[in-house]
């Protein structure tokens, strides 16, 4: 069971055309815990009836959302949102008023590069903007990275400070207006050597190809890449068909996962799984 925590709307701004700030505060997050990874997130249970229950049992009412800042003194955390389309998300993100109630969940996180290495490769579309942002905002002088994000248009080119050596190339392209084309891109550049640390995040089918592209052209070992779905372009489909598995095919895929191991290590036993049963 996952703990969840009621907070309150403290003010929410606009700050490029498909993105937008929620500030959430309250005495509830005085007892969350940040897990202090860059790429770090909660779910947010999208206000109901009671909006401080419920939410980690139904996916219809919560949503996952990158944590862009924790200011642990307020304490508030700063979502950043991508608002195009009119999913139950973007239209709270983008309809948030001070005051207004949700609850969020415990934090999660993914970003974990080994301690000895220093270059990065972030790709990225839309709602991986986000986590880009602080992982470039909290690392190193020491660091180098080579940055790709897909965009949903180039007036989402936000600023990306960062005390590290970094370099940024931006196209427009998926977000579910179009065909994604960050595995294609990732066809054409040149194979990160060494120790260099790949992290994707993305729509959640390409995701899949990007992990499948990166075990075969890209191989490196485990700890080396990170690879993270945000979200389904037909999320209503792969519902339906989750639904639609039987109790044991749903255990089966509970039990491939295990806790224990890392998470690229399950999905070497998972993908073939997914793809026998057609998801």
């Given at each position: ?7 309150t709307?403290a003010?929410a701004?606009q700050?490029?055309?498909n993105?937008?700030r929620?500030t959430?505060?309250?005495?509830a997050?005085?007892?969350w815990?940040s897990t ?8 947010v249970h999208?206000?109901g009836?009671?909006p ?10 919560a949503?996952?959302y990158?944590?862009r800042r924790?200011?642990?003194e307020v ?6 949102i991508v608002?195009h389309?009119?999913?139950?998300g973007a239209?709270?993100?983008r ?6 109630v949700?609850a969020?969940?415990d934090?999660?996180g993914y970003y974990?590069?080994?301690e000895a290495?220093?270059?990065?490769l972030?790709?990225a579309d839309?709602?991986?903007l986000p986590?880009?942002a ?5 690392a190193g002088p020491?660091?180098?990275f080579d940055?790709?994000i897909e965009?949903i ?6 600023a990306?400070p960062s005390?590290?050596?970094v370099?940024v190339?931006?196209?427009?392209s ?10 294609s891109?990732?066809r054409?550049m040149?194979?990160?050597d060494g120790?260099?640390y790949v992290?994707?995040a993305c729509?959640s089918?390409?995701?899949?190809r990007a ?5 075969a052209?890209?191989t490196?070992h485990h700890t ?8 389904h372009?037909?999320?209503?489909e792969?519902l339906?068909?989750?639904?639609a598995?039987t109790p ?9 996962w295990d806790?224990?191991?890392p998470?690229e ?12 049963l057609?998801?």
């Open positions: 069971m996952t703990d969840s925590f009621r907070v709307v003010g701004e700050i490029s055309p993105l937008r929620v959430l505060t309250g005495d997050l005085q007892e815990e202090a990874k860059a790429d770090e997130f909660v779910h999208i206000p009836e009671d401080a229950e419920g939410w980690e049992d139904d996916h219809d009412i949503r996952h990158t944590i924790w200011n642990p304490p508030s955390l700063e979502l950043d608002t389309g009119h999913g139950r239209t709270w993100a309809e948030a008023q001070p005051g207004d949700v969020v969940s934090a999660h974990s590069p080994p290495s220093t270059r990065r972030l790709i839309a709602t991986g986590a880009v602080r992982i470039l905002e909290e020491e660091e180098t940055v790709l965009l248009s180039m007036d989402d080119a936000i990306l005390p590290a050596t370099n190339e931006w196209r427009v998926g977000n579910g207006r179009g065909p994604c084309a960050l595995v891109c990732m054409s040149t194979v990160p120790d260099v992290w994707v729509e089918a390409e995701s899949r992990r499948t592209f990166i075990r052209e890209w490196r080396l890449y990170r690879i993270v779905g945000y979200w372009v037909d999320a209503e792969q339906r068909k989750w639904n598995l044991e095919q749903q255990a089966k895929y509970a039990a491939i806790e224990s191991r998470d290590v399950n999905w070497l036993e998972l993908e073939p799984y997914l793809q026998e057609g998801l």
